[in-house]
C-alpha cells in the first residue's frame, strides 16, 4: 500500500511539474517553454510507464479546463495552431516507453521527432501556411534547446532517483 501510494504521489508532482514548467515561455509564434523539460524528466525519473501517466495526467488537467498548457491556456490550447505539439506528447511518451530498457535517450529523441513532426503537421493545416514554413517556425528553433532540455533531464532524474529511491 506504502509503495502504491508513493508511486501516485510521484506521477501526480511529475505531472504538476510539467505544469509548472508550461507556465514558464517566451512568446513566439510558436512559444518557448519548458514543458517538455518536465515531460523528459517524468520519464526519465518514473520511468515509461508511470511517466506516460504523468503525462496523460497533465493533458487531463487542461482538458477539464484547468490553464496548465503554455501561457496559462486550457483546453482551448488543442484548437490553437500549436495544439499539435500537445497531442504528441503522449506519442512521446509512448515511444520512450518502448526503448527505455534498452536506449532511453535514443527512444526519447525518437519520441520527440514525432512530437515535432505532429505539431508541424498541425500547424500546416490549421495556418495553411505550407509545411516548410511549418517545419521552419515549429521545429528548426527547439532542436537544440530540446536536445539540452533531454540532457538535463537526463542528468537530474537520475541524480534525485539515487537520492530519493522507491520504498
Do not use: Q
Not at 504521489?9 to 512568446?27: D, G, K, M, N, V
Not at 511517466?51 to 491556456?73: K, N
Not at 497531442?87 to 515535432?116: H, N, Q, S
Amino acid at each position: 500500500m506504502k509503495r502504491t501510494l508513493n508511486r501516485f504521489s510521484r506521477i501526480a508532482l511529475c505531472a504538476a511539474a510539467i505544469c509548472l514548467c508550461a507556465l514558464l515561455r517566451i512568446p513566439a509564434p510558436v512559444p518557448f517553454t519548458l514543458t517538455l523539460f518536465g515531460v523528459y524528466f517524468a520519464l526519465f525519473f518514473l520511468g515509461g510507464k508511470y511517466g506516460t501517466l504523468a503525462v496523460v495526467l497533465y493533458l487531463a488537467l487542461g482538458l477539464v479546463g484547468l490553464p496548465v498548457f503554455s501561457g496559462g491556456a486550457s483546453v482551448f490550447a488543442l484548437l490553437s495552431p500549436t495544439g499539435g505539439y500537445l497531442v504528441g506528447l503522449p506519442l512521446l511518451a509512448l515511444i520512450y516507453w518502448l526503448g527505455e530498457r534498452t536506449r532511453p535517450v535514443l527512444f526519447c529523441a525518437l519520441g520527440t521527432l514525432v512530437c515535432y513532426l505532429v505539431g508541424a503537421v498541425w500547424y500546416w493545416l490549421y495556418t495553411k501556411t505550407g509545411l516548410l514554413f511549418s517545419l521552419w517556425v515549429g521545429v528548426a528553433p527547439f532542436v537544440l534547446f530540446d536536445a539540452l532540455k533531454l540532457a538535463l533531464a537526463y542528468l537530474a532524474a537520475a541524480r534525485l532517483k539515487h537520492r530519493l529511491p522507491e520504498s
